[in-house]
């Protein structure tokens, strides 16, 4: 199985940002599209954005022209930078990989608190 570890999270005020990063073991970054989830308490969970292998990018309505998803699959790592948080944001994040056969692979999470 494909390891994925976030880190990054934490609290920050609105308007604020936050860069998070997600590290692979085991199969290169490259082999598959990887992207962002994230959960709120009591709530679905929501598609934040996916980097496909090509480069090219989707997000979610709700934080597209806000957050940014970046990978070097030299390194193995996908970061999601995210910029003027509103506490809407509030939320753990998963990083994941969906490999061609569209079978994924989920980080742990990692929980963002936006105040005010």
């Known amino acids: 199985q494909v390891q994925l570890v976030e880190s990054g999270g934490g609290l920050v005020q609105a308007g604020g940002s936050l860069r998070l990063s997600c590290a692979a073991s085991?199969?290169?970054?490259?082999?598959?599209?990887m992207g962002w989830y994230r959960q709120a308490p009591g709530k679905q969970r929501e598609l934040v954005g996916i980097?496909?292998?090509?480069?090219?990018?989707n997000y979610a309505d709700s934080v597209k022209g806000r957050f940014t998803i970046s990978r070097d699959n030299a390194k193995n790592t996908v970061t999601l930078q995210m910029n003027s948080l509103k506490p809407e944001d509030t939320a753990v994040y998963y990083c994941?990989?969906?490999?061609?056969?569209?079978?994924?692979?989920w980080g742990t999470g990692t929980q963002v608190t936006v105040s005010s």
């Open positions: 994941y990989g969906r490999a061609d056969t569209y079978v994924y692979f």
């Open positions: 085991g199969r290169t970054f490259g082999s598959y599209a």
């Open positions: 980097s496909f292998k090509s480069g090219g990018t």
